[in-house]
């Protein structure tokens, strides 16, 4: 069982940056590949980046790439979602997920979710 907490949501001008925290409990988060989507309003949930159980690959949305950067800190059981050069079609909310699959950019190939951070970048 994991559990995932995501803080560092806000309120952000255009052309800002926004750190999200997912911080997870339990012994097997090394276990899980780890990913971050997003949600607008009237849209479906859309990944936006993974990280591998070992941190050592990633993988972003086009959207993002360049942009973003998704890393995990296994001392701290925690990952992170940086996030600069923000734009007004980042509003969303953010979750953090953890599943066993790493590369996978479909919902349902996550185990584990977590409530969510609103993250609303004005022009």
């Known amino acids: 069982q994991v559990q995932l907490v995501e803080s560092g949501g806000g309120l952000v001008q255009a052309g800002g940056s926004l750190r999200l925290s997912c911080a997870a409990s339990g012994r097997t988060f090394s276990s899980y590949a780890m990913a971050w989507f997003r949600q607008a309003p009237g849209k479906e949930r859309e990944f936006v980046a993974a990280i591998s159980q070992s941190g050592s690959s990633t993988r972003y949305a086009d959207s993002v790439k360049g942009r973003f950067t998704i890393s995990r800190d296994m001392a701290k059981i925690t990952v992170y979602l940086q996030m600069n050069s923000l734009k007004p079609e980042d509003t969303a909310v953010y979750y953090c997920?953890?599943?066993?699959?790493?590369?996978?950019?479909?919902?349902?190939?996550?185990?584990?979710w977590g409530q969510g951070t609103q993250v609303t970048v004005s022009s």
């Open positions: 997920a953890a599943g066993l699959k790493f590369f996978v950019v479909v919902p349902r190939e996550y185990d584990y």
